[in-house]
């Protein structure tokens, strides 16, 4: 039997929408609204144990950011231990990745 440590912080991933791209008048063919590219990722190690709470902590972080409203933050991987104290977080701290 395996016995696997539980986290000791967690990646986020911020997930940021791409910009709306407005129909320019010579280009009838394209719908008046699209999407003008693949949406861009920021990664933050987060050292809190529960992951809903290390959502929190980099909502906040994240909180003066413009636009931060329409991000969505999830968790994407697990930090040991030993992978917080390599990274040098301190308990509840929140740092690009």
């Given at each position: 039997?395996?016995?696997?440590?539980?986290?000791?912080?967690?990646?986020?991933?911020?997930?940021?929408p791409g910009k709306?791209?407005?129909?320019?008048?010579?280009?009838?063919?394209?719908?008046?609204?699209?999407?003008?590219?693949?949406?861009?990722?920021?990664?933050?190690?987060?050292?809190?144990?529960?992951?809903?709470?290390?959502?929190?902590?980099?909502?906040?972080?994240?909180?003066n950011s413009p636009?931060?409203?329409?991000?969505?933050?999830?968790?994407?991987?697990?930090?040991?231990?030993?992978?917080?104290?390599?990274?040098?977080?301190?308990?509840?701290?929140?740092?690009?990745?």
């Open positions: 039997m395996t016995d696997k440590a539980s986290p000791a912080g967690w990646v986020a991933q911020v997930t940021i709306p791209d407005v129909r320019l008048a010579d280009a009838p063919w394209r719908p008046p609204i699209m999407v003008a590219g693949a949406p861009l990722f920021q990664y933050f190690n987060v050292a809190i144990a529960a992951p809903d709470k290390a959502i929190e902590a980099t909502a906040k972080h994240l909180e636009e931060a409203e329409t991000w969505v933050i999830s968790v994407v991987r697990k930090l040991s231990a030993a992978e917080i104290a390599a990274l040098s977080l301190e308990a509840g701290e929140v740092k690009p990745a």
